[in-house]
Structures are given as structure tokens and as C-alpha cells.
């Protein structure tokens, strides 16, 4: 079992960056594949990036990064991270960090550890 907890969330204004960090304890780190989820009110859970177990040679992202954030890893901290630039208001929601095991995926329901949570808000 691992646990996971991130941080980093914040308020922060159109156009700029924030960085979330997700820091795992319990199991080995290398072994999960992790993803990153954001859950706005009213609407479902969807995958912003994932990135593999491992190196975390392999990453997926959602379409509407459009190239403005950045999922990556480091095995030595347990620590999977989320740079995010150029944030927009509908991105406010509560971002999710998520493990599971083998491949990495893109549905939620793949997931099968979960952090509680850190909510970002980007204002206008």
C-alpha cells in the first residue's frame, strides 16, 4: 500500500505557474505509475498527465495541457511532481495525485491509491 499527499495548491492569477508535488511513503515509489487528476465542482474526474513507473520515461497528458505542464518523478524523494504554466480559470478545481501499479492509464478508476487533495484557483 502507499500513501499520498500532495501540496503546492494555491490562488493564483491567469498566466501564472504553480508547481504541485505529491510525496508518496509505504511501498516502493519506482514501482507505481502516477497520475495527476483535477476535479472541478459539478464535473467528473479527468486526467490531466501521467507519467510510468520506473524512470518515468513515458508520460501522457490530457489534451487541454496544450504543452503547458509538466509531470515528472524523482524516485530518490517519492515525490511525483505537476508544473503547471499559463493556468486559466477553468483549471480551478481540486487536483488529485494517484498511484497504481503496471502501466500507467488514463481513467480514474484505474487508480488505486489517492491522495486527499490540494485545490487551485485561478482568478480573473
Known amino acids: 500500500q502507499v500513501r499520498l499527499v500532495e501540496s503546492g495548491g494555491g490562488l493564483v492569477q491567469v498566466g501564472g505557474s504553480l508547481r504541485l508535488s505529491c510525496a508518496a511513503s509505504g511501498r516502493t515509489f519506482s514501482m507505481y505509475a502516477m497520475g495527476w487528476f483535477c476535479q472541478a465542482p459539478g464535473k467528473e474526474r479527468e486526467l490531466v498527465a501521467a507519467?510510468?513507473?520506473?524512470?518515468?520515461?513515458?508520460?501522457k497528458y490530457a489534451d487541454f495541457v496544450e504543452g503547458r505542464f509538466t509531470i515528472s518523478r524523482d524516485n530518490a524523494k517519492d515525490t511525483v511532481y505537476l508544473q503547471m504554466n499559463s493556468l486559466k480559470p477553468e483549471e480551478t478545481a481540486v487536483y488529485y495525485c494517484?498511484?497504481?501499479?503496471?502501466?500507467?492509464?488514463?481513467?480514474?478508476?484505474?487508480?488505486?491509491?489517492w491522495g486527499q487533495g490540494t485545490l487551485v484557483t485561478v482568478s480573473s
Open positions: 494517484a498511484a497504481k501499479t503496471l502501466k500507467m492509464a488514463t481513467l480514474w478508476n484505474e487508480y488505486g491509491y
Open positions: 507519467v510510468s513507473a520506473g524512470d518515468g520515461d513515458s508520460t
